[in-house]
């Protein structure tokens, strides 16, 4: 007699993750709901370690790259949106803030171009000569922000804007790691920073102490926008203020990296867990064993 498919019920043990090698913070999550915020060692593609602060929530989180680390890493590994991104300021007295960040309004089908050391289709920095490598979070693309309409960011949900007036094509945040502590280049040194400039630090929401991220999380960071918005660059004044670039991940569909083997079908029920339909003549948590006919 033919034995039916079975259906099995696994808790995840994600077969995306082996061991305890982690790419990611969202690796680390789902190895482990329980994980603490909180510094870790993750490895790039090339397997070299490096240091990322991790930040979780129920089912997501963010990921800060550590300003001390000097490995080149595919930044595309660290987030699963480009819809927003969370920045965290510290200012001199050490009090943080952390603050979403999206397109405004207007905008928002608009994604967030993420990238490390580069801006494939946004404005170019104007420190990357001597500050680079760096994290960069564009909002309008040069084909949209070339133009001199209503621009800007969002900041914890609210519209902060500027029109532009010479269709200069700035709209981005900069992360710089700065490795040799390189003085900036003096641009726009005179213009003190506008309202517009420093809005999404007031928006931030503050930190409690307990949930303080480690000093060298925070880089040097540079703000351009326009055309008549802005531009500010602020040096992290003897590692005081200074400002972190959050990378927001979701949990793995635990189907995403077909777990189940053999032509069976994957389901997940929830989150946490996945189930396989086995193709017949195949049996076991992941269909990995033949059907064994019985005497
Ligand atoms: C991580 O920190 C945030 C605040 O930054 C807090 O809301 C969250 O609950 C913390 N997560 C864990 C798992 O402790
Ligand atoms: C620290 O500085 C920030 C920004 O200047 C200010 O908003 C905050 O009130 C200060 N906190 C303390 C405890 O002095
Ligand atoms: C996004 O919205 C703008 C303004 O409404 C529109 O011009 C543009 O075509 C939209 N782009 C996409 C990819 O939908
Ligand atoms: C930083 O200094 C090192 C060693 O002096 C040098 O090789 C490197 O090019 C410098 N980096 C930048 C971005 O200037």
Redesign the pocket.
């Known amino acids: 007699m033919p034995l039916f498919p079975i259906f099995v019920l696994l808790l995840l043990a994600n077969h995306c993750v082996h061991g305890t090698v982690f790419h990611s913070c969202k690796d680390i999550y789902t190895n482990d709901h329980n994980s603490k915020n909180g510094t870790y060692t993750i490895l790039n593609r090339e397997n070299k370690p490096y240091q990322v602060y991790c930040e979780f929530y129920y089912k997501y989180g963010y990921t800060y790259t550590s300003r001390q680390t000097s490995v080149d890493f595919n930044i595309n590994d660290l987030f699963t949106t480009t819809d927003h991104v969370k920045v965290r300021h510290i200012a001199g007295n050490g009090s943080q803030t952390e603050t979403i960040l999206e397109n405004i309004e207007s905008h928002k089908n608009l994604s967030l171009g993420l990238f490390y050391n580069r801006h494939i289709g946004y404005a170019m920095p104007i420190n990357i000569e001597?500050l680079?490598p760096y994290l960069y979070v564009g909002f309008l693309p040069i084909i949209v922000a070339s133009h001199m309409t209503v621009q800007g960011y969002r900041a914890a949900k609210q519209n902060v804007l500027f029109t532009n007036c010479d269709s200069n094509p700035n709209s981005y945040f900069v992360f710089y790691f700065n490795?040799?502590e390189?003085a900036n280049e003096g641009y726009g040194s005179g213009w003190g920073p506008s309202a517009f400039m420093t809005e999404w630090m007031v928006l931030g929401s503050a930190i409690p102490a307990e949930h303080a991220m480690p000093p060298e999380f925070f880089f040097d960071y540079e703000i351009h926008f326009g055309g008549c918005g802005g531009y500010m660059f602020r040096h992290r004044l003897d590692n005081k203020e200074g400002a972190a670039l959050g990378l927001r991940f979701d949990e793995y569909d635990p189907c995403v990296c077909s777990p189940c083997q053999n032509g069976g079908s994957c389901r997940s029920p929830s989150d946490t867990r996945f189930i396989c339909h086995c193709a017949a003549g195949y049996t076991g948590d992941t269909c990995g064993d033949p059907v064994l006919s019985v005497g």
């Open positions: 001597n680079a490795p040799n390189t």
